[in-house]
């Protein structure tokens, strides 16, 4: 019985001492490492940290809508602050639906389309600068824009504003230039970039010897003094779009055979996006400046869909959205290492056929609303709002910066003379009203004055060249009769 006493004494002592020893070592450790370790465990901080997406209800969506089913790797949707156009199946040709951004709900069936190409449309883009038009790119090779009335389709749209024709096969790529009124960038199949002065329906620029292979992306940067494109070749080329030459360029920028996409981000860098040679999708960061080895490469997965990378300048997020998945990524690119920064993941049950990206001008900034998606299934049209959670409802200053607004600020002909031109921008706080006048869209008497243009009226474009070039020719004539006569009384004199 005593030594088991004992035994009891013996291990309450041992125990004192060595929580007595783990308490000395503990107060003997430095701060510094103490620090370390602490740091370890903190979280980066970040304003954008707490992000969240949420789909509309069922009702603010736009429902019974045939979406496309062309297998091409663009977004087959655009959006501004007046309408959201989605490419649409169609009989016979190409089309696609321009609906009023509040005309929620169900659509009928009749609802009018545009539907003047020949064949599937295969891109479409909103001009930055006026609301009501839009261009679009199709496999009959040509590029046309549209004027859409406000409130608008009532009947269904045939004559395009103006046909652009210089490809030689399908048109899959259009992106308007940010600062430069009626400057239009398409990319075919043919591998030629072409830059348009779209009122004047010119072809200024032909890109047609660069690129080996299928282009994949072409986008410009911020002020639209450089465009970046992606190749089937595996290269990114940073190019001066006047002049059509070649600044910089990466070969093997992702090993994989599928697409790659490219966009500038914050600083002139470049993010990308790819797949492995074990067709693992993967971004990458890249310095043109210094273009041997990217600033970070991350492997997300082994999905087999297309990530199309939309970038904010205003907030340094990218948002990746992947063709045939139901998720969208975001990330915030900083000047810290690992430079891309993984923030959190949407996520629904719906898998996603394309995908519209609303202009910072469109947004709720009341609901701290930082990104609107409109996402494509087989059937609708669903918007996908990212929310900072705030508990303040007055305007946050941090999270809406100045941002681009509508108006262009150099006109076609002195951009492509090589004046330069800045985005000119706005504040959001008092809330920016859509109502504001549009730029006025004007294209050469040659081909047709739009900005009378009515629903229902369509003037026959073909029908005034004619008759213009037969005023020109008469005119002529009229010249040389006058020119003939002044050198018969001077011979005279």
Not at 105 to 131: A, K, W, Y
Not at 221 to 229: E, H
Not at 396 to 412: F, I, K, R
């Amino acid at each position: 019985m005593r030594s088991t006493l004992d035994y009891r004494l013996l291990l309450l002592s041992l125990t004192t001492q060595q929580n007595q020893a783990g308490s000395l070592t503990e107060q003997n450790i430095s701060p510094s490492l103490k620090q370390a370790t602490m740091s370890r465990k903190v979280v980066r901080a970040s304003k954008f940290r707490h992000v969240f997406g949420q789909g509309v209800k069922a009702d603010q969506c736009y429902d019974d809508i045939r979406i496309s089913q062309m297998t091409w790797d663009s977004n087959f949707c655009s959006v501004n602050p007046k309408f959201v156009a989605m490419i649409v199946d169609a009989s016979g040709g190409g089309a696609f639906l321009v609906l009023p951004l509040n005309k929620t709900g169900r659509i009928d069936m009749s609802q009018p389309t545009v539907c003047g190409h020949t064949g599937p449309v295969l891109d479409i883009e909103f001009c930055p600068h006026n609301d009501n038009i839009i261009a679009s790119g199709s496999e009959d090779c040509s590029v046309m824009i549209w004027e859409i009335p406000d409130g608008g389709l009532v009947t269904p749209l045939k004559d395009p504003v103006v046909k652009l024709e210089g490809h030689s096969k399908r048109v899959g790529i259009l992106s308007w230039h940010p600062t430069a009124h009626n400057v239009l960038m398409s990319a075919g199949c043919d591998n030629v970039v072409i830059l348009w002065n779209v009122a004047c329906g010119e072809a200024v620029v032909r890109i047609d010897s660069v690129h080996p292979d299928l282009i994949y992306s072409a986008c410009w940067n911020r002020d639209g003094s450089q465009i970046l494109t992606s190749c089937k070749d595996k290269t990114l080329r940073v190019m001066d779009p006047r002049k059509g030459t070649v600044i910089a360029e990466k070969e093997k920028t992702h090993e994989g055979s599928r697409p790659v996409k490219a966009v500038f981000v914050s600083d002139g860098k470049i993010l990308s996006t790819g797949f492995s040679r074990m067709s693992e999708r993967q971004v990458a960061l890249w310095d043109p400046n210094s273009f041997g080895e990217p600033l970070t490469l991350q492997e997300l997965d082994t999905s087999s869909g297309v990530l199309l990378p939309f970038f904010d300048p205003d907030t340094g997020i990218v948002y990746l959205c992947g063709k045939g998945d139901s998720s969208i990524r975001y990330f915030e690119v900083t000047d810290e290492a690992p430079y891309v920064h993984y923030l959190s993941m949407y996520s629904s049950k719906e898998s996603q056929k394309g995908m519209g990206y609303m202009p910072k001008r469109g947004l709720e900034v009341n609901k701290c609303e930082i990104a609107r998606f409109y996402k494509l299934h087989e059937r609708k049209c669903e918007p996908v709002v990212m929310t900072v959670p705030r508990k303040s409802d007055l305007f946050q200053e941090d999270l809406y910066p100045d941002t681009m607004g509508p108006e262009p600020s150099v006109e076609a002909t002195e951009w492509f003379e090589g004046k330069e031109g800045q985005p000119i921008l706005i504040s959001l706080k008092e809330g920016f009203a859509t109502t504001t006048k549009n730029k006025e869209f004007k294209v050469h008497k040659s081909l047709l004055k739009t900005t009378s243009a009515t629903v229902g009226h369509q003037h026959d474009i073909s029908g005034e060249v004619h008759a213009l070039q037969a005023e020109v020719k008469t005119l002529k004539e009229r010249v040389e009769e006058l020119t003939k006569r002044v050198s018969e009384l001077e011979s005279k004199n």
